[in-house]
């Protein structure tokens, strides 16, 4: 199955995890893209889509994923059938808005009709684990042999 991971940045944190992803996912046709080049109008619902996004500022998308999702929410895309993954990058330093990007990039998507699959991924700066380390681990816990991605 191809899947495409979408990539949301500040500082190139969300990139090096989606990359590392991608690595992981070898066995699939992927492509990774910064959400900054990704129209909406290219979202597949014969594709699966992963979606790293970190949080900025207040509780923000990053200025990396404003573009695609200013796009989504102007054309309101219908995304039945489309299904899609999510790993956020934050800090819990910042409690509040704790991951806030990746909750906001997955709420536009299901309100659009699109299916979360899997567990939210919640990366914490303030842990002791890597982001693209625990990105890996996340992505290979993907629901891979129920159908959701078939590999290629």
Known sequence: MRVVV????????????AEGMAD?????????????EFDPG????????????????????PTGAEPFFEALDAGRPDLTGLRFAVFGLGDSVYDSTFNRGGEIAAAKLTARGAVQI???????????????????EWVRALPLGSGILTPT
């Open 6 to 17: 979408l990539f949301g940045s500040e500082m190139g944190t969300a990139e090096k995890v």
């Open 24 to 36: 992981e996912l070898s066995g699939h046709e992927v492509t990774v893209v910064d959400m900054s």
């Open 42 to 61: 290219e979202l597949d619902p014969a594709t699966f889509h992963i979606v790293v996004c970190s949080t900025y500022g207040e509780g923000d998308l």
């Open 118 to 136: 899997g567990e939210h991924g919640r990366h914490d700066a303030s842990g002791e684990i890597k982001p693209a380390t625990m990105g890996r």
